[in-house]
């Protein structure tokens, strides 16, 4: 595949990116199918994977992680990403709960957690979503109720990445249901030996099929108090501040997809003979993967200069919106004109380009709908 780098990935970082990539197309190409048909990726791929210092890379040493910056998870994302695969949740793990955790977790939480993070030992998910609550947060249901030094959780999550396997769970509760967005906690909920907790489906989806993507159920889930992340009410900040990160690591995956779509495109059509010549020899093939190749390099710029601006500290949520939901539709379209190059293969689950096709239609709807995104940008002007 061809290989493409970035003005931010330079040095260590570059360095990372290959032996990331190089560890990824071993265990990934060994061992997706049987992802795919368990639906969750093995913990021992966890445990290799933190051995290599792939897990929590931009959380600091004293605390197991890598020590670096969020340019090294996003060369370790966009290294996965090429893959094509779709299985492993490390961008909820390291790139969102991790950060959740460092930013807003006391000291004790911090060295309580992050390190069995950062050495696999714990799987970690984050549970918003809800049956009846998508991407409009206020409305979640789960409540959770204050009882002495406890608090007792009731509520049901679905679509969770990671749910099924997740030893720590960051769950959004109402903990004042008068307060709307201000009554919002996050209370973090250890999974294992946890009395009223229980994981529902391994949801069947579309695409993704190796992702653990469960329901989550809470019937009187009695945790410390001390398990409360940040102060009382401040669960909706928190999560609003923290999807700017989340939709930028979304925007890395889409960019990494649609790349690794058009190589195998291109791959493919030099290949492929119809009418007596191959198919990159027709006008149309040509006009298309011109599109193509234009729309996915806009798109790369475009996520460089959101990088740059995030390292800077000056993503705002706009831009971010616009990141999440132009990157995705870009992935969408583009992946779609590939596989139309493929013709009835590019229906087939055997051929790459299917599975992107299905797997990349969920990236315009998780981190907030991207008719949210649209309404956000829209709030700015």
């Known amino acids: 595949m061809t290989r493409r780098t970035s003005p931010w990935m330079t040095g260590d970082i570059d360095a990372l990116h290959e032996m990331a990539t190089s ?15 368990q639906h969750h990726v093995d913990r021992e791929f966890w445990k290799k994977a933190a051995e290599l210092g792939l897990l929590c890379a931009a959380i600091p040493e004293e605390y197991g992680g890598g020590g670096g910056s969020f340019l090294h998870h996003a060369a370790i994302a966009d290294a996965y990403s090429h893959t094509g695969d779709r299985a492993w949740g490390n961008s909820v793990h390291s790139g969102i709960v991790a950060h959740y955790l460092l930013d807003y977790g006391t000291e004790e939480q911090k060295r309580r957690w992050l390190p069995h993070m950062a050495s696999g030992d714990m799987v ?21 109720v204050r009882d002495g030094d406890e608090y007792v959780i009731d509520g049901s999550k ?19 249901p008068e307060a709307g967005a201000r009554g919002i906690s996050l209370i973090i909920v250890e999974t294992a030996d946890c009395p009223g907790f229980s994981v529902g489906r391994v949801l069947d989806k579309i695409g993704q099929h190796g992702a653990d993507t469960s329901e989550l159920s809470f019937d009187g889930v009695r945790v410390p108090a001390t398990n ?14 923290q999807l700017r990160q989340e939709r930028l690591i979304i925007g890395i995956s889409a960019v990494a997809a649609t790349e690794r779509a058009l190589d195998l495109t291109v791959e493919y059509v030099k290949q492929r003979e119809a009418f007596g010549a191959p198919l990159m020899s027709l006008q149309n093939t040509r006009f298309q993967l011109a599109e193509c190749a234009t729309l996915t390099k806009v798109a790369r710029v475009f996520l460089d200069d959101c990088i740059a601006q995030h390292m800077a500290g000056k993503l705002d949520a706009s831009a971010a919106a616009m990141c999440k939901w132009w990157l995705t539709e870009v992935q969408c379209q583009v992946i779609d004109k590939c596989l139309q190059l ?25 981190g907030g709908a991207n008719e949210i995104q649209k309404e956000l940008i829209a709030r700015s002007l």
């Open 23 to 37: 560890f990824f197309d071993r265990e990934v190409t060994a061992n997706s199918e049987r992802w795919e048909q």
């Open 124 to 144: 970690a998910a984050i549970a918003m979503t809800e049956p009846s609550a998508g991407s409009d947060l206020k409305a979640i249901r789960t409540r959770a």
């Open 158 to 176: 679905t679509f969770i990445t990671n749910g099924s396997t997740a030893d720590l769970v960051v769950v959004a509760a109402k903990t004042n």
């Open 228 to 241: 409360l992340l940040g102060e009382e009410g401040t669960g909706f900040a928190m999560m609003m501040s």
């Open 342 to 366: 493929f013709g009835g293969y590019g229906y087939m689950r055997e051929y790459g380009i299917a599975r992107l096709y299905a797997d990349a239609r969920a990236q315009k709807i998780y």
